[in-house]
């Protein structure tokens, strides 16, 4: 079978968004008290497609009894380390499917109908609207943590000023409304 371990994380996102879709609902109150420490929990739920809705919950939650500037920056580096997590797990472990999928014949097509000099520029800006976007954060990380181009520190320095700009845009919302 031809990319299993993708098909696999696909599978895996669909049964755990069908079954723990709704639990934004049942966010524990005792949570809330963990303060600075949930807020970092928070942030790194962020940044999973499958529990985005719960962190955003949180942090909207978070927002009503806490420094704004605070929550958003530490909510930002839980989402770093979330994004990390999904960086070294694609990179290291889906390492041979993204060489197979790199030699298919429609990515051969489209890297060489790309100059080579532009390529990294791509990756990086399709990787980052996957993470300033409502879109799923694993994409986007995909993406650069398939290029060879792509280096930990850019990456990081991405993830983390989109992150905590969408953060800050959920908890500027949320004073609004």
């Known amino acids: 079978m031809k990319y299993k371990k993708f098909k696999s994380l696909g599978v895996l996102y669909l049964l ?6 709704g639990l934004s609902n049942l966010i524990p109150e005792s949570f809330v008290e963990w303060g600075y ?3 970092f929990i928070s942030g790194i739920l962020y940044v999973f497609s499958f529990t985005a809705p719960i962190a955003t919950a949180l942090i909207l939650i978070f927002s009503t009894n806490n420094n704004f500037i605070l929550l958003g920056l530490i909510a930002g580096i839980g989402s770093l380390v979330g994004d990390f997590l999904i960086f070294h797990f694609i990179r290291i472990s889906f390492v041979d499917e993204i060489k197979e999928f790199s030699q298919h014949k429609i990515s051969l097509f489209t890297l060489n109908k790309i100059p080579k000099i532009y390529q990294k520029y791509l990756a990086y800006t399709l990787g980052a609207i996957f993470i300033a976007t409502p879109l799923p954060d694993e994409v986007g990380i995909t993406i650069l943590a398939s290029s060879k181009e792509v ?24 004073k609004t409304l």
């Open 16 to 21: 755990t968004f069908f079954l723990f879709g």
């Open 37 to 39: 420490v949930g807020i």
């Open 151 to 174: 280096k930990l520190k850019h990456f990081g320095i991405i993830s983390y000023v989109l992150n905590t700009a969408g953060i800050f845009l959920i908890i500027l919302l949320g």
